[in-house]
């Protein structure tokens, strides 16, 4: 007895590019995983707050050093190809550009140095391991994945093993982050909170 095989045809990221920019696609999150595409469930609340709050710090740290800019929205990057993955992290730093024309007009493809992502309740533990992974072995030197809801930061470095930052821990990291210093707590500060 012979089993028949479904074949897809995978999408490359520009052909994904176009297809999620479809209007009928206005209104999801979705990213191309070594040439297939999955639906990611919308954000909440909270998880905007702390994408807001993670790209502020980030951001004050490029100006004052002035080097370097973030990217937030599940910018798109290109982490591999044949078969392409395009990952939209929640805040991404990146040091490939100066200038806002030199910005990469769709997806980029340079890694960022820091990718940033943000737990969702919806977050199935397998899906952001495999997300992780693809970051660290792609070019992403460092990655945070802050928890809303214990209100810590994990942080992952391909040369290192992960490890834990607390609430009212400084989160740190000279080696790719020459002189970055902020509490954990700011990623989720609240006026008058």
């Not at 990291?173 to 008058?192: A, H, K, Q, T, W």
Request: hydrophobic residues 35%; charged residues 30%; contains cysteine.
């Amino acid at each position: 007895m012979s089993v028949g095989t479904t074949t897809t045809k995978l999408m490359s990221a520009e052909e994904f590019c176009d297809w999620a920019h479809r209007a009928e696609n206005d209104h999801k999150w979705l990213e191309l995983v070594r040439g297939e595409v999955i639906e990611l469930p919308p954000p909440m609340e909270p998880h905007g707050v702390v994408c807001v709050n993670v790209g502020y710090v980030l951001s004050g740290y490029c100006r004052q050093r002035g080097k370097g800019y973030i990217t937030s929205n599940d910018s798109g990057v290109i982490l591999e190809r044949d078969p392409d993955t395009v990952r939209g992290p929640d805040v991404a730093l990146y040091e490939d550009a100066n200038k806002f024309e030199d910005l990469h007009p769709k997806y980029g493809e340079v890694p960022p140095r820091l990718a940033v992502e943000v737990l969702s309740p919806n977050d199935k533990a397998k899906q952001v391991t495999r997300k992780i992974t693809d970051y660290l072995h792609n070019g992403v030197e460092l990655v945070w994945l802050v928890d809303p809801e214990a209100r810590t930061v994990n942080v992952y470095r391909r040369d290192r093993g992960p490890y834990l930052v607390e609430f009212d821990q400084e989160l740190t990291d000279d080696d790719i982050l020459p002189g970055f210093r902020c509490r954990v707590s700011e990623f989720f500060y609240m006026p008058g909170g």
